[in-house]
T-cell receptor, first 111, second 116 residues
Framework: QQPVQSPQAVILREGEDAVINCSSS?????VHWYRQKHGEAPVFLMI?????EQKGHEKISASFNEKKQQSSLYLTASQLSYSGTYFC????????????FGGGTRVLVKP | DAGVIQSPRHEVTEMGQEVTLRCKPI?????LFWYRQTMMRGLELLIY????????DSGMPEDRFSAKMPNASFSTLKIQPSEPRDSAVYFC??????????????FGNGTRLTVT
């Protein structure tokens, strides 16, 4: 079952912060985050495994709350290069650990 | 490392024609995935292979779709006959692990298919 991402879109000024959420109705094994720029392929950002860990990539970090079956991606002091569509991908033991992607969150960072 | 290579980048065909999409994964990656991306349904997993063997094809929409991986460095996704609703961007991705575990997916640049 597809995870649910929110918000669907966000517009930021350079330097502002944003949070993208990813929720699942099923117990999760891992959460992946990818960024896709228009006309390009999704690019891997980070993986979080169950255990509530946090990770970072540039000034982008994420957390994973296993109990709540959700993950959040934090864009801190956003840069123009952060613009794109962010996808979370989730895996569950029941689904054989296949990666299922959410509908995406469009992020536009303006000067 | 050349990354995942897909061909063609763009394909325009008429309804009823056969379409073949090609993918060369990153050398040494044991897993290969075919995804389809549309505005309506987002990124959908169609099928994935482990060591050239199809593991899960439950995402393949209908019998018109078939995928093969004759060796570790080549995979094809075939649509026969094609229909306008097959229009989408098709991505191939490879991974050293199953992807659902702690292995990232490396995506190719995709094939944009338009069926008229």
């Amino acid at each position: 079952q597809q995870p649910v991402q929110s918000p669907q879109a966000v517009i930021l000024r350079e330097g502002e912060d944003a949070v993208i959420n990813c929720s699942s109705s099923k117990a999760l094994y891992s959460v992946h985050w990818y960024r896709q720029k228009h006309g390009e392929a999704p690019v891997f950002l980070m993986i979080l495994l169950k255990g509530g860990e946090q990770k970072g990539h540039e000034k982008i970090s994420a957390s994973f709350n296993e109990k709540k079956q959700q993950s959040s991606l934090y864009l801190t002091a956003s840069q123009l290069s952060y613009s794109g569509t962010y996808f979370c991908g989730t895996s569950t033991p029941a689904a054989g650990n296949k990666l299922t992607f959410g509908g995406g969150t469009r992020v536009l960072v303006k000067p | 490392d050349a990354g995942v290579i897909q061909s063609p980048r763009h394909e325009v065909t008429e309804m009823g024609q056969e379409v073949t999409l090609r993918c060369k994964p990153i050398s040494g990656h044991d897993y290969l995935f075919w995804y389809r991306q549309t505005m309506m349904r987002g990124l959908e997993l169609l099928i994935y292979f482990n060591n050239n063997v199809p593991i899960d094809d439950s995402g393949m929409p209908e019998d018109r779709f078939s995928a093969k991986m004759p060796n570790a460095s080549f995979s094809t996704l075939k649509i026969q006959p094609s229909e306008p609703r097959d229009s989408a961007v098709y991505f191939c991705a490879s991974s050293p692990g199953q992807g659902g575990n702690n292995s990232p997916l490396h995506f190719g640049n995709g094939t944009r298919l338009t069926v008229t």
